[in-house]
């Protein structure tokens, strides 16, 4: 199983980035896909999330401002970001509760990188 992560880059305060999380090899079924991102010196904590039916669940702090949506026929989680902000700098990494035969475990993707300048 991999998990694909892309979209990260540079911007300036009040830009936006969408990232994309595409999961891939022999993939039964997909449950909650996430997001989580980790700044320098701090823990990881969660973004956001999305069940395979389409309940979201986000962090305070970017309530308003980030949208998750999901592409179940493609099997792809993407995080909207808007109005971001300086805080919003850290390696944003996706994760899924993934089924390959009986049971879903947990996968991780490879993070990516978002920076915002002020």
């Known amino acids: 199983v991999q998990l694909q992560a892309s979209g990260g880059g540079s911007v300036q305060a009040g830009g936006s980035l969408r990232l994309s999380c595409r999961a891939s090899?022999?993939?039964?079924?997909?449950?909650?896909m996430s997001w989580y991102r980790q700044a320098p010196g701090n823990p990881r904590e969660l973004v956001a999330s999305i069940t395979n039916g389409g309940s979201t669940n986000y962090a305070d702090s970017v309530k308003g401002r980030f949208t998750i949506s999901r592409d179940n026929a493609k099997l792809t989680a993407y995080l909207q970001m808007n109005d971001l902000k300086p805080e919003d700098t850290a390696v944003y990494y996706c994760?899924?509760?993934?089924?390959?035969?009986?049971?879903?475990?947990?996968?991780w993707g490879h993070g990516t990188q978002v920076t915002v300048s002020s």
């Open positions: 994760a899924a509760k993934i089924r390959l035969h009986f049971v879903y475990e947990d996968y």
């Open positions: 090899g022999g993939i039964a079924g997909i449950k909650d």
